[in-house]
């Protein structure tokens, strides 16, 4: 089985802002003023003032505000449609070859399934772990760091998969999935910079570039 990261692993660079974006030109142009409002939230962010979960949150309400569910909907299958052309050569690649080897595909993304549930499918990837949105309600934790590692393990017991019959390769981009890559019989890690492929290979994971 191979287990895929998106933001940065399958496609190049994030998915979230580009989506708050694409979706306020859409659905209520005018509130792209508020993307100051945005930045600073990221800020806070950063500072360690709010939660991940919490700030994807208030991203959702501050620039998509409260739109009809069929309406988000819509706006979430063009988002994918164009943003999959992003998808890396490299990534492309391996993928066909986990088709060629008979590997069971999922992807697992702290992106909301919203739009990543369209993305994999144009992928031809029909299993997804991914953030869940909802506007009213109890939040619910963002698919990152240990928790991503928590909702595979999750998803395996789900459906009877035993981890010792499998071997499980996982790809990603970023440190924040060392978890997951730690678990893994193979951790990829998708850089392009020198520097970084060093410091995953000091933690025992295998350097690729997916710009290639």
């Known amino acids: 089985m191979t287990i895929y990261d998106l933001?940065?692993?399958?496609?190049?660079?994030?998915?979230?802002t580009p989506f708050l974006i694409f979706g306020a030109r859409r659905l209520a142009p005018w509130r792209l003023l508020l993307l100051p409002v945005w930045v600073a939230l990221m800020i806070g962010?950063?500072?360690?003032?709010?939660?991940?979960t919490a700030l994807k949150h208030r991203g959702m309400r501050l620039m998509l505000g409260r739109p009809q569910p069929?309406?988000?909907?819509?706006?979430?299958?063009?988002?994918?449609?164009?943003?999959?052309a992003r998808l890396h050569p490299g990534a492309r690649r391996a993928m066909e070859e986990d088709v060629r080897e008979g590997r069971r595909v999922l992807i697992a993304t702290a992106a909301y399934l919203l739009y990543a549930e369209h993305i994999?499918?144009?992928?031809?990837?029909?299993?997804?772990?991914?953030?869940h949105w909802a506007l009213e309600g109890e939040l619910q934790p963002n698919c990152y760091g240990p928790e991503k590692l928590a909702r595979v393990r999750a998803w395996l017991a789900e459906r009877g998969i035993a981890r010792e019959d499998l071997h499980l390769r996982f790809v990603s981009d970023s440190f924040a999935d060392a978890p997951l890559?730690?678990?893994a019989d193979e951790g990829w890690f998708v850089t392009a910079r020198a520097g970084t492929a060093r410091r995953a290979g000091q933690r025992?994971?295998?350097p690729v570039d997916f710009t290639r």
């Open 45 to 52: 962010h950063k500072l360690g003032l709010i939660g991940r």
């Open 70 to 84: 069929e309406r988000l909907a819509e706006v979430a299958r063009a988002f994918a449609e164009a943003r999959v």
């Open 181 to 183: 890559l730690d678990w």
């Open 204 to 206: 025992g994971w295998r």
């Open 120 to 131: 994999a499918r144009l992928l031809d990837v029909e299993e997804i772990i991914a953030s």
């Open 7 to 16: 933001d940065g692993t399958l496609l190049s660079g994030s998915t979230f």
